[in-house]
């Protein structure tokens, strides 16, 4: 059974400064990974999706793989109050999504 | 935003009745899943359906059956339901093929409260 690790935070981060969120999943072979950001009582969105080929960039979002320790990181430059949210990492596993729990994201002004 | 909507969005009943939710899409995508989601665990799959009429379970489907008769709509039924699934329901999409074959697309929610 694979497997999503997230910290629950939350992770405070000033505005304008970077936020760093990290995913680790345990299936060495996973190839692609999602991004999505929830706010509190919406449902989650698709931020990005990143797949084994390299990092990939979105207006301020980057993901970053490192497929040697297994991790995904989701980068926010220039963070913004309405970027407070709980983003979720999810990995596919045959026909499904294997979510974390989530990390939560306060930016204070 | 794709064409999910799901209904009711709110609802209260009492432990023991049936109670169903529907989720209904235009935009024919193969694939349909039911969460649950509560706090400290995140987004938990009951069941998913790959077809008309083709289902499967997921992690949590213990008290929950599915019914899928048209490409658009998916139902989800509590034949009793306890209150122990008071939750926060979504329905997802997606297409399960292509190069955003995986990419699942959520609903707004049904908030189901179980007295």
């Known amino acids: 059974q694979k497997e999503v690790e997230q910290n629950s935070g939350p992770l405070s981060v000033p505005e304008g400064a970077i936020a760093s969120l990290n995913c680790t999943y345990s299936?060495?072979?996973?190839?692609?990974f999602f991004w999505y950001r929830q706010y509190s009582g919406k449902s989650p969105e698709l931020i990005m999706f990143?797949?084994?080929?390299g990092d990939k960039e979105d207006g301020r979002f980057t993901a970053q793989l490192n497929k040697a320790s297994q991790y995904v990181s989701l980068l926010i430059r220039d963070s913004q109050p309405s970027d407070s949210a709980t983003y979720l990492c999810?990995?596919?596993?045959?026909?499904?999504?294997?979510f974390g729990t989530g990390t939560r994201l306060q930016v204070f002004p | 935003d794709a064409g999910i909507t799901q209904s009711p969005r709110h609802k209260v009943t009492e432990t023991g009745t049936p109670v169903t939710l529907r989720c209904h899409q235009t935009?024919?995508?193969?694939?349909m899943y039911w969460y649950r989601q509560d706090p400290g665990h995140g987004l938990r799959l009951i069941h998913y359906?790959?077809?008309?009429?083709?289902?499967d379970k997921g992690e949590v489907s213990d008290g929950y059956s599915v019914s899928r008769s048209k490409t658009e709509d998916f139902l989800l039924t509590l034949e009793s339901a306890t209150s122990s699934q008071t939750s926060v329901y979504f329905c997802?999409?997606?297409?399960?093929?292509?190069?955003?074959?995986?990419?699942?697309?959520f609903g707004p929610g049904t908030r189901l409260t179980v007295l």
């Open positions: 997802a999409i997606s297409k399960g093929a292509g190069t955003d074959a995986d990419t699942q697309y």
């Open positions: 935009e024919n995508h193969r694939y």
């Open positions: 359906s790959y077809g008309v009429k083709d289902t």
């Open positions: 299936d060495r072979g996973s190839q692609s």
């Open positions: 999810a990995v596919p596993n045959t026909d499904k999504l294997i």
């Open positions: 990143i797949y084994s080929n």
